[in-house]
């Protein structure tokens, strides 16, 4: 990978992922207002917020900071296996991301058709979905800062994979050989995984992924 898209893409994993976290953040305080308010208007407003911002802010931001992850850890020296630190944020961004459509297909989406439901002026009554979804936001906010920290810390060092690639590197160094750009294989790994996000986001956006709940 040349400097330049390392840089590219260093920074648009950092934008996504802060903005992710901020997203999460902001979904955590409206599920504690849609929770504890008492204005059928606010609770109502809330908890339809909370779909909208599930569906068209987290979930393609999950999408493309793992992407933009991947391509960091597949096209420079981190790689995703040689670093502890490294493969354990990937293990946890992927493991989010995965709950995380659960909990907007499942959680959020009940609770918005049931605020959806409720008649303009009443009181909307989600039951124990409310406070199923501030326990999701807390543990995905504490998940994004795990993964953040990890970020700046990289703690662990090398796996024992990474040791080994790193000790039959060292014969090389004495006869270092030109790399130009990405190899083939990695291409097409980056390629794939781009047409995924793209797919899912074009497809999520129109109404048509994962079982397409709209309004």
């Known amino acids: 990978m040349t400097p330049r898209l390392r840089r590219l893409a260093f920074t648009a994993h950092i934008t996504l ?12 305080v409206l ?26 802010v987290i979930v393609p931001m999950s999408f493309a900071a793992l992407a933009t992850g991947l391509l960091q850890a597949l096209g420079t020296e981190w790689g995703l296996f040689r670093y502890y630190w490294v493969l354990v944020k990937f293990v946890l961004t992927t493991f989010a991301t995965f709950l995380l459509l659960l909990h907007q297909y499942t959680a959020v989406a009940e609770a918005a058709k049931r605020v959806a439901a409720t008649a303009p002026g009443t009181l909307p009554d989600v039951g124990n979905l409310g406070t199923q979804l501030i326990k999701d936001a807390g543990l995905g906010l504490v998940a994004l800062l795990v993964i953040i920290v990890l970020s700046v810390y990289k703690p662990w060092g090398l796996t024992h994979y990474g040791q080994r690639k790193q000790q039959e590197r060292r014969p090389e160094a004495r006869h270092p050989v030109a790399v130009g750009g990405l190899s083939f294989g990695l291409k097409i790994v980056l390629a794939a995984i781009g047409v995924f996000v793209v797919g899912f986001v074009v497809m999520h956006l129109t109404g048509h992924g994962l079982g397409g709940h709209g309004h």
């Open 17 to 28: 992922s802060i903005g992710w976290l901020g997203a999460v953040a902001g979904f955590l």
């Open 31 to 56: 599920s504690l207002a849609g929770l504890t308010s008492r204005d059928a208007e606010v609770v109502r407003a809330a908890y339809l917020a909370m779909d909208m911002i599930g569906r068209f």
